[in-house]
């Protein structure tokens, strides 16, 4: 609508926007309705209003399926983490000054912590535990804005950062199992519906394999009676969703450090693939990147979200379109908060049965631990290296026992100790074999090398017109 308002206010607006919010006043790219071959719109382009407005709704359904399960599996409030995510992400927009197009959802990485932190200290405990890992990244983005992030990459190379991801999602592998239990034969139909999504369909449809396979799931567990809807007709069409205030513990702190660890990886993947995908130079705004997810995971830790990441779905999103337009991004960050504010919409999502939540955790903590191998093989890491082979195998049998240790009323959980291994095998072996002269070339092949969710090649492939298939690293 607004490119039929008079020249004059159009001007008074883009003049207005670009001082009140950095990265507010987009040009339009061309006519406003095609993208010629070989063009995309840049993240300072976009399209007609009508147009973009349709692709930022198309990224609100990417990240759907995967930002909804995490509140679903960890108890939280649905409606509540959708808000988050929508302010979150007009957040990183505005401290990213509209240079990095992002969608924040749910991150995956906080599964086992809260599960952790909720089973002792309840939800507000839990809560606690996510405003400190957003306080943890703020710092480290800080530090980036300040320092670069050639330090990250010493201290995380690939085959730690690879043990740490693998670590996260096989230690869930109990809570799978868990809900698999109370309905085996849906969970059954869950598990095969995702997997056979994800290679039946092409385009969007095989992005969404996740929603796909739990709203068939969901269908077949309402068929069998296992769906309680009475919640549903007592949630109003209009109002706020929960808010839970969060309380701290020492406690918790141990459980949710490697996930700031997690995060540093996620975020600084995404920058660089995005960089990649729009040619830019946007080294000098990964700090700020780091703050903006922090700052996001911050406040929906305050007040009843879940942990933001940036989305891997949403960048083949972008990938396939074409449009990287932060424009888009306000559009889904602004109707993600409209959603949230339907509470029967919320009460709908929250009726998801354990069968359900079993099959799709199944495949995605999988997904999750795989992912970790998937960093090692694409940074080559070697594993005829013993310090390598360490920093990967210790690490995982620590995170699938669960070792426990407990120093006063701080518990480190499998998670915790296990990526507490990984860095400290990693740089306590090759400080060892350095000094007594037998290091076997402990340092990763590519010293710029760091876990991505998207590498060159996949670029290519997604610029050629190939789908990236399903990927939970942005989480």
């Known amino acids: 609508m607004l490119q039929h308002a008079p020249r004059g206010f159009l001007v008074f607006w883009s003049a207005v926007t670009k001082r009140i919010i950095p ?62 995510t929508g302010i979150g992400t007009l957040l990183f927009l505005i401290i990213t000054a509209g240079r990095v197009p992002s969608y924040l959802g749910s991150s995956f990485a906080f599964l086992a912590p809260v599960g952790a932190a909720t089973a002792q200290y309840g939800m507000s405990g839990a809560l606690g535990g996510i405003f400190l890992a957003g306080l943890g990244l703020v ?137 990649l995908m729009t040619k830019r130079d946007l080294d000098p705004v990964t700090g700020r990147a780091l703050m903006a997810d922090g700052a996001a995971t911050m406040l929906a830790g305050s007040g009843g979200g879940s942990g933001t990441t940036t989305y891997a779905e949403n960048i083949g999103v972008m990938a396939s379109t074409k449009v990287y337009s932060t424009a888009a991004y306000w559009v889904a960050g602004t109707f993600a908060i409209l959603l949230a504010l339907v509470p029967k919409f919320g009460a709908v999502v929250n009726t998801v049965p354990d069968g359900v939540l079993g099959g799709a955790g199944t495949v995605l903590y999988g997904m999750i631990g795989i992912l970790g191998v998937r960093i090692w093989v694409q940074n080559k890491v070697d594993f005829s290296n013993p310090i390598n082979l360490a920093v990967a195998g210790v690490p995982l049998i620590i995170a699938i026992a669960d070792y426990t240790m407990m120093f006063g009323e701080i518990v480190f959980t499998g998670i915790a100790l296990g990526s507490i291994a990984a860095l400290l095998i990693h740089h306590g072996m090759g400080l060892i074999a350095r000094w007594r002269g037998t290091d076997p070339g402990y340092e990763d092949a590519d010293p710029e090398a760091i876990a991505t969710p998207l590498n060159r090649e996949d670029v290519e492939y997604l610029d050629g017109g190939g789908r990236l298939d399903d990927d939970t690293s942005g989480r």
């Not at 407005?53 to 399926?65: K, P």
């Not at 369909?201 to 739990?214: K, Q, T």
């Open 23 to 84: 990265g507010f006043g987009w040009k339009l790219h061309g006519d406003g309705k095609t993208i010629r071959p070989g063009d995309v719109v840049a993240p300072e382009e976009r399209l007609s209003w009508l147009q973009t407005t349709g692709v930022g709704m198309q990224h609100v359904v990417a990240m759907f399926g995967a930002t909804f399960l995490v509140p679903v599996i960890t108890g939280f409030p649905p409606s509540t983490t959708l808000l988050f």
């Open 139 to 275: 710092l480290v983005g800080v530090i980036v804005h300040c320092a670069g992030p050639a330090w990250i990459q010493r201290l995380m190379p690939p085959v730690v950062t690879g043990s740490i991801v693998a670590l996260i999602g096989l230690n869930l592998a109990p809570a799978a199992w868990g809900n698999v239990q109370e309905g085996p034969v849906t969970a059954t139909v869950t598990i095969v519906a995702m997997l056979v999504a994800s290679v039946l369909f092409r385009g969007m449809l095989g992005r969404l394999s996740i929603l796909v396979g739990v709203v068939i799931g969901y269908l077949v567990a309402v068929f069998r009676g296992e769906v309680d809807f009475s919640e549903v007709g007592d949630a109003g069409w209009i109002g706020l969703p929960e808010l839970t205030a969060p309380s701290f513990h020492l406690g918790t702190v141990a459980l949710f450090i490697p996930v700031v660890l997690v995060l540093v990886a996620e975020n600084i993947g995404h920058v660089k693939s995005v960089a």
